[in-house]
């Protein structure tokens, strides 16, 4: 079972950045799936979910209206475009599977990626 993240990088306030997470070794289509984020020296934060169809999807207060979760089931990778960044969004952004946001993330619970950094600097 592996998530491996990409599409990071160095983005302008106000600039986009679209991240994929790649899924493998386990039938994607049954799993909803989730992204995280953490800032330099603070805890885990729920960003996004979206439901095994994609038909439901839940986001974080701080980053509705700009980012958006959804996924390819053919292509077993989800996503999450981000627009309108602000530079409080700077963080190691993971994606994740078999957690509940309902309770406060942790990597000991589910399987996670490795992360992929997200800098918002002009």
């Known amino acids: 079972v592996q998530l491996k993240e990409s599409g990071g990088g160095l983005a302008q306030p106000g600039g986009s950045l679209r991240l994929s997470c790649a899924a493998s070794?386990?039938?994607?289509?049954?799993?909803?799936m989730s992204w995280a984020r953490q800032a330099p020296g603070k805890g885990l934060e729920w960003v996004a979910a979206?439901?095994?169809?994609?038909?439901?999807?839940w986001y974080a207060d701080s980053v509705k209206g700009r980012f958006t979760i959804s996924r390819d089931n053919v292509r077993n990778t989800a996503y999450l475009q981000m627009d309108n960044l602000r530079p409080e969004d700077a963080a190691l952004y993971y994606c994740?599977?078999?957690?509940?946001?309902?309770?406060?993330?942790?990597?000991?619970?589910?399987?996670w990626g490795q992360g992929t950094q997200v800098t918002v600097a002009s």
């Open positions: 994740a599977k078999d957690i509940d946001i309902a309770k406060p993330p942790t990597k000991a619970d589910g399987t």
């Open positions: 070794g386990f039938v994607f289509s049954k799993d909803a």
């Open positions: 979206i439901t095994t169809d994609g038909a439901i999807t």
